[in-house]
């Protein structure tokens, strides 16, 4: 449906013989006999009636628009040669092309109101087959597509991304995906407004001032193939696959370099500089990339980095796509929206045992409390219970309460069937939904707030193995008492409700253990515990550099050399010597000039990290100022000047590390034994870049190899033949980095579903104990094992709840309240 359509004010007019050209487009003349006013009045009259039937076909479009009523109504058609439409991304970006076109078509001509709705109709339907077009295109990415998204210029009052382009985009599940851009649009959160209305040839100072206020308030906003929500230009970056093709595989091993750095610098300590909440994040990236990239030693990817064919906007697009885990680390710790957890009742005490994998003691009670209380209601319910009406329906579903009367039965079943029906309409959906968010899928019920982007972000960090065994027993109990439990409390509840004949008592009997299941969250909402959730939040900042820094690739040769391909030289100076597969960690440092142990493990070296620590040669300015301060202060011997200037290992949980010692991690040490700065010193400037200036086949412009750009000489920007066919595809072996071609078709719905059979049906458990072993991971194994056994039960207790629920409530309908007809009124 198109709703993009012009109104027009009126029509050019001729005075005196003289076409409007002669005076210019601006230039109307009174027409002779007419009083301004009476002018004014019919031009009014003719805005409204247009107004009035660009309206009735918006209503056969569906879209309801109210009727222009007054002349306020129809002040922004008043004007010479003026007429407004709305902004939609076409109409920003095809405004300078229709303005010249009516300067050249219809300049000194008479310009009547159907010459000027033929264009406005022309203009339209063409969007209307680009529309239709690009519906009905093959929806896969090319090379070509992907560079042109990252280095195409951007005029200051465009959206940074347009229709059509290729950006990936943070899902639901906290992982970046390729997508295509299917429409943008500039407004507030509210989905509701069409857009603000924009003045054809009016004068730019006329609108600068009241405009200023209204940018500053807007943003763009764009929806993106295969995501169901609108996102914001934060939560977008240009293609990783595009990136590396350009500039190399360098910018990513700075990151995680910079990722090392970010956590050494990092500190739980209030009102000093350093502090989690009191450091600026992303101005701590953008200092040590600028210090890289201007390095000396990185001179050929500062070349790539500043080619004149790699425009500003392709600078900005890899600096921003790098800067993507500093980007969240920042929204984190400055309370963003969506991201402070303090705006969540969602954290549990066992929430903390998840992320932290520690402060075991308070969860430790609570679970024995959680538990003990519905198991003790059981066995006092079934204790007078024979064996044989252990298997009758009866038992439990029906009222229990044999002394009662025949009334006091009837009205205990009818309360119990309205609480069966409760748990039928919000509880069954209530845990489904929840459910699926654990899965980290969003179904669009508000469920997407920062609680999920937390546990979203945690599932990541045990998807690619990076936690602790600690954190994973935590992620475990966590699971278990937020699934598993909670529906088996209710299942308890059922069976509870119906043991004394008396509506009261059931209702009673049905909030008490509602009580029990939110145990742990009333321990977590406590004063004394994390009041302001300043724990959790910088739990939150470490579990980001969980998540991004790769581990496993730096503590072998080999997984790094996979990582970043062939992408690793020796030597920048005369660009050979690149690594070959299967390279040893000696081989690697041997090349490098690093002299290593035999039980080293590449950039994880315990010893190396202790000497680079205090190494001069390694830190940045800030670092040797803070390094020589803190020297000073152990030095002096001065208790307050030394706590506040030595970084403390801060616990979660000092009982635990107590008595577990190292197995417990302080916040902001975790990858202490990689800060190898000699060894990354050695490495950080090593990876290729493309070569821009390669010139292929200059006699024939189409088949000049792999050159990336283009050889013929022309304004506008295009790519080598080679890239504009270069897609993915499964039978060449070619894949895109993030992309999934059936993503844009999954629904929520039936990704759960699948999640949960490919669970049920230990489909996923063999695929990742295949997988640990061609990976020569055999220690992961068990892992794996205890994993699902545990993920099992609670999926399986997941499909056993609304069964359970429901058929209770259909039997309880159809024959318990039937049955107690049958007893008699006092027994």
Not at 182 to 211: A, C, M, T, W
Not at 675 to 682: A, E, G, K, Q
Request: hydrophobic share 40%; charged share 30%; glycine share 4%.
């Amino acid at each position: 449906t198109l709703t993009l359509t012009l109104t027009l004010t009126h029509s050019l007019t001729m005075n005196n013989g003289k076409r409007v050209g002669e005076t210019g487009l601006g230039g109307v003349r009174k027409a002779a006999g007419q009083s301004a006013a009476q002018k004014k009045e019919a031009r009014m009259r003719k805005a409204k009636a247009r107004a009035e039937e660009q309206r009735k076909k918006l209503l056969k479009s569906g879209v309801d628009l109210p009727p222009a009523k007054d002349e306020y109504d129809l002040s922004a058609l008043e004007g010479p040669n003026r007429f407004t439409f709305r902004s939609s991304e076409y109409w920003q970006q095809h405004k300078a092309s229709i303005e010249e076109r009516i300067t050249k078509e219809h300049f000194n001509a008479e310009v009547s109101t159907e010459t000027m709705n033929q264009l406005i109709e022309e203009t339209a339907r063409n969007y209307a087959s680009l529309v239709i077009e690009r519906a009905s295109e093959d929806s896969t990415p090319s090379m070509a597509e992907l560079w042109m998204t990252i280095i195409r210029k951007r005029a200051s009052n465009e959206p940074e991304y347009r229709i059509n382009d290729w950006v990936e985009f943070l899902d639901d599940d906290m992982e970046w995906k390729l997508g295509k851009v299917l429409r943008s649009f500039k407004g507030f959160h509210d989905r509701g407004e069409v857009g603000e209305q924009i003045e054809y040839l009016k004068d730019p100072s006329e609108e600068e001032d009241e405009n200023v206020e209204k940018e500053e308030n807007e943003e763009y906003f764009y929806e993106v193939e295969g995501c169901g929500k609108s996102l914001t230009s934060k939560e977008l970056r240009c293609s990783e696959e595009g990136l590396v093709k350009l500039f190399g595989r360098g910018p990513w091993i700075w990151q995680q370099y910079a990722l090392l750095r970010l956590e050494k610098k990092l500190r739980f300590q209030e009102n000093h500089p350093d502090d989690f909440e009191s450091i600026c994040i992303l101005e701590f990236a953008e200092d040590n990339w600028n210090r890289w990239v201007e390095d000396e030693r990185n001179r050929h990817f500062s070349d790539t980095y500043n080619h004149p064919r790699i425009t500003d906007e392709g600078r900005e697009s890899l600096r921003k796509h790098i800067f993507a885990p500093f980007q969240i680390i920042a929204q984190i710790c400055e309370y963003d929206e969506g991201w402070d957890p303090a705006n969540s009742s969602d954290f549990g005490v066992f929430s903390y045992c998840n992320f932290f994998g520690s402060g075991m003691i308070i969860p430790t009670v609570v679970m024995i409390i959680q538990w003990v209380l519905p198991i003790l209601l059981l066995v006092s319910n079934f204790k007078g219970v024979k064996n044989d009406e252990l298997v009758t329906l009866d038992t439990y579903f029906c009222v229990q309460d044999d002394s009662a009367t025949k009334i006091a039965k009837k009205l205990t079943t009818i309360m119990v069937i309205m609480i069966q029906l409760l748990y039928t309409t919000q509880i069954v959906i209530d845990r489904f939904i929840a459910f699926a968010s654990s899965l980290g899928i969003d179904l669009g019920f508000g469920t997407y707030d920062v609680f999920y982007r937390y546990k979203a972000l945690r599932g990541l960090v045990r998807e690619r193995r990076y936690e602790s065994a600690l954190q994973s027993v935590g992620y475990t109990l966590d699971g278990v008492m937020n699934t598993l439990y909670v529906c088996f409390l209710y299942m308890v509840n059922v069976q509870n409700i119906i043991q004394a004949a008396d509506p009261f008592e059931v209702l009673l009997n049905a909030l008490a253990l509602e009580f029990v299941g939110q145990i742990d969250e009333e321990f977590a909402n406590s004063k004394w515990w994390d009041n302001d959730r300043r724990w959790i939040r910088a739990v939150g900042v470490s579990t980001v550099l969980q998540a991004y820094i790769e581990k496993h690739t730096m503590k072998s040769a080999e997984l790094f050399w996979r990582r970043f391909n062939d992408e690793i030289i020796v030597d920048n100076d005369d660009r050979k010597g690149i690594l070959e597969e299967g390279l040893s960690i000696h081989d690697l440092r041997d090349s490098l000039g690093v002299k290593l142990k035999k039980d080293a493990k590449f950039l994880k070296d315990k010893e190396v990290a202790k000497e680079d620590a205090s190494k001069i040669e390694y830190m940045t300015p800030s670092d040797r100022v803070e390094f020589d301060i803190e020297c000073f202060a152990l030095e002096s011997q001065v208790l307050e000047a030394t706590e506040y200037v030595v970084k403390k290992r801060v616990y979660f949980g000092e009982i635990d590390h107590l008595f577990l010692g190292d197995a417990v991690t302080p916040l902001f040490w975790r990858f202490e034994h990689y800060r190898t700065w000699s060894l990354w010193d050695s490495i950080l400037y090593c990876a290729r870049t493309s070569d821009l200036d390669t010139k292929g086949d200059t006699k024939n412009p189409d088949n000049h190899n792999t050159a990336i750009f283009s050889l013929r000489k022309s304004a506008k920007l295009e790519f080598g033949q080679f890239w504009e066919e270069y897609e993915p595809n499964a039978k060449l072996g070619i894949e895109f980095l993030n992309w999934d071609p059936d993503a844009a078709r999954k629904n929520p719905v039936k990704k759960a579903a699948q999640t949960i059979c490919r669970t049920i049906f230990f489909v996923e458990l063999f695929e990742k104990i295949e997988e640990s072993y061609e990976a020569k991971k055999y220690k992961d194994i068990p892992f794996w094992i205890y994993d699902a056994a545990f993920e099992w039960l609670s999926y399986f207790i997941q499909i056993i709840f609304p069964i359970y629920i429901i058929f209770g409530l259909f039997y309880s309908i159809a024959y318990c309240y039937g049955a107690v007809k049958d007893v008699p009124a006092a027994t």
